[in-house]
């Protein structure tokens, strides 16, 4: 019951953070551009220009009955909370192909919590990353790869052995691919953007 309430709780707390998550970004990067250009123009004015608008997201509702399922349905209460993290974070990405980088690092330090955290799993996934960031800056002169996409991969390696790390990249992966073919079968348009953490969420959930 316990697990249940703070669900709900938590499921509060995102719904208000997804409300203020435009103007908590904006502000931030409004902050950075005053730093390095002077105080040239308002803060009403920076965000009435910023192409970053708040969004109808229908999908956030269901988190006031899917947290609760989750507490309800998992033992591990830590678990738990790292599926509504999961889901929080696959939410973000969905309709503003962004992150919040504060709930990533709690996601790994759950992942640290646990009993045995897989230690040569995060020096892997670590070096895994930094090697493909590399590899795609050096040939393709762009980050192909989001930096938040990595992060997450690397908050959850310690959940995991080496081997099962390596299924949850490629699950995401073909997660990825079969969502973008259907939507390529309905519409016959490419997808010029796919929001990659709904699918490491849907593996990560997958095969822990």
Known sequence: MQAVIFSICFAIWCRWDLNRFCER???????DYQFLRGNIETFSHFKQHSRLKPKSMPWAKSIWWLFPL??????????????????????????????????????????????????????????????????????????????????LFIAVSPLFSVTEMLQVILFSCLFGLFFA??????????ID????????SLAVVFLL
């Open 25 to 31: 970004i904006n502000r931030q990067v409004f902050q």
């Open 70 to 151: 989750f507490a309800f349905i998992h033992e591990n209460p830590i678990i738990a909370f790292l599926w509504m993290l999961l889901y929080f974070l696959a939410l973000l990405d969905s309709y503003y192909y962004l992150t919040d980088s504060r709930y990533i690092a709690v996601i790994f330090v759950l992942a640290l919590l646990q009993p045995i955290p897989q230690i040569d799993t995060l020096i892997f996934t670590i070096c895994f990353f930094t090697g493909l960031t590399l590899l795609l800056l050096l040939f393709r002169r762009t980050e192909s790869f989001g930096m938040g996409d990595s992060l």
């Open 181 to 190: 073919l259907i939507v390529f079968c309905k519409t016959q348009q490419k």
């Open 193 to 200: 953007r796919l929001p990659f953490i709904p699918f490491i």
